[in-house]
């Protein structure tokens, strides 16, 4: 049984640049959230999918921010134009219904 | 405004020692209460929870209490152990948890040998 994945577990890049991140959640999870971590701070919301169905969006996702979930299954999380302020741990997290979320290991962003 | 409160924002106890860190909520809709555990790189884990109908949960050495009317709930680790220094995390859910979580801005917690 393999856990909720994330890929790159790192990704460095340059402001003004696009990133897309990836997360693979546990095997027949309905629900998929995204949070984001910043240093010394708790894990903050940003959207979340019952199965390909995004149901909500936080206000902190602005306009260069777009998740998708387009079978239900994977999920990406892309930032366009990247700035300093989004640099941070991008988490993943999956549950079955209304049970547990487990969190995957997260992607660190940094935008220099 | 921050929904969850959390305190304290450090603690360093002894081996075997019990440390307790408290959560304060603001919303009376939530209804579900998980702990979770993170260590440097990694995810946070949910080590227990709980729903309002109970007033305390035990699970190892880890229990929650709860207090409804006050709005609190806290964290207890029984004989703390040094595998136990991580960031704790309490947050909150409506609809049972299946709605995004509310976090507190985490407690960093040191058990000395």
């Known amino acids: 049984d393999t856990g909720v994945s994330q890929n790159p577990r790192h990704k460095i890049t340059k402001r003004g640049q696009n990133v897309t991140f990836r997360c693979d959640p546990i095997s027949e999870h309905n629900r998929l959230y995204w949070y984001r971590q910043t240093l010394g701070q708790g894990p903050e919301f940003l959207t979340y999918?019952?199965?390909?169905?995004?149901?909500?969006k936080s206000r902190l996702l602005s306009d260069r921010f777009s998740a998708e979930r387009p079978k239900g299954s994977f999920s990406t999380l892309e930032i366009q134009r990247t700035e300093q302020g989004d640099s941070a741990m991008y988490l993943c997290?999956?549950?079955?219904?209304?049970?547990?979320?487990?969190f995957g290991p997260g992607t660190r962003l940094t935008v220099l | 405004q921050q929904q969850v409160k959390q305190s304290p924002q450090s603690l360093i106890v002894q081996k075997g020692g019990i440390p307790i860190i408290n959560c304060a909520y603001e919303n009376t809709a939530f209804d579900y209460f998980p702990w979770y555990q993170q260590f440097p790189g990694k995810g946070p884990a949910l080590l227990i929870a709980?729903?309002?109908?109970?007033s305390e949960k035990k699970e190892g050495r880890f229990t929650i209490s709860f207090n409804k009317s006050a709005k609190q709930f806290s964290l207890h680790i029984m004989d703390s152990q040094p595998g136990d220094s991580a960031t704790y995390f309490c947050?909150?859910?409506?609809?049972?948890?299946?709605?995004?979580?509310?976090f507190g801005k985490g407690t960093k917690l040191t058990v000395n040998p």
């Open positions: 999918f019952q199965n390909e169905a995004q149901l909500e």
């Open positions: 997290a999956s549950s079955l219904s209304a049970g547990t979320q487990y």
């Open positions: 709980i729903r309002p109908d109970v």
């Open positions: 947050a909150a859910s409506t609809q049972g948890g299946s709605e995004k979580l509310v």
